[in-house]
């Protein structure tokens, strides 16, 4: 009795009558077989989803903002920008754990990286973008939307880029300003200072600079140190320890003015060791 080669999983009819189709992903397994895998890993999508969500978050907390503002409470209004840079935040969080949480329970897939560029792009990219120009940018007119729009399109092309060198990139290195701390930028800036009452109307020049610099980073050659070369699952001295709870005491004691200078900093850095390294280069 010949045996016939085996078929493909057909979906039950309970499947087929689904107004959705079945995500089915190609792979090869342990011994270089091609095979097909059907639906997705529940895990690593639900932090990348709820990414999504604080992006969606933060994007109806600006239109909230200004509906206030529009309304003549700038109290309220101010509210509920720091809800929204508070969001994106929580974004960043959860971006930094839905590729750890793959990779530690094996869990990776296209799928996976394609779902969590859209989630970025969202939280990242429209999200801060729509978070300056309600509360700075929107006062300057046709110019406010083109430095949102140098944004938007700088967050999208920096990702696009990421994807296509994820295999051949220095893992050391970052090329260009990664877009979750050109958010923290933006969403840092909204954050101190209308936490202080301080109407972004009033540093709509500054702003538009600092929106558009971020952007314009993100698309640049410049390098940026990735971090990823720490190893986290080795042991370490304790001293380190020390200076881990040191650092979130300091960032827990004023969140929005510390997050600020954090991520401030690190866009800054880029552009300094690059011109210092030009100098290297001409001594």
Known sequence: MSERPEEPNKPSDAESLLPVDEHIEEGHDAEGRKVRHRGIYLLPNLFTTAN?????????????????????????????????????FVAMVLDSLDGRVARMTNTQSAFG?????????AAFGVAPALLAFVWALGDMGKVGWMVAFIYVAGAALRLARFNTQVGTADKR??????????????AGTVWAFSDYGIQGSKLSFLVALLVAAAGMLMVSNIKYNSFKELDLKGRVPFVAILAVV????????????????????YAISGPVQYLLRGRRRKT
């Open 246 to 265: 040191l650092v979130f005491a300091v960032v827990f004691s004023d969140p929005p003015r510390i997050l600020l200078l954090i991520f401030l900093g």
């Open 173 to 186: 290195y970052f090329i260009g300003l990664a877009s979750p701390a050109a958010a923290g930028v933006v």
């Open 113 to 121: 990286a394609e779902y969590d560029s859209l989630s970025d792009m």
């Open 52 to 88: 999504l969500f604080a992006g969606f978050y933060s994007i109806v907390s600006s239109i909230s903002a200004h509906g206030y503002l529009s309304a003549g409470d700038p109290r309220e209004a101010s509210k509920y920008f720091a809800f929204a840079a508070i969001a994106i």
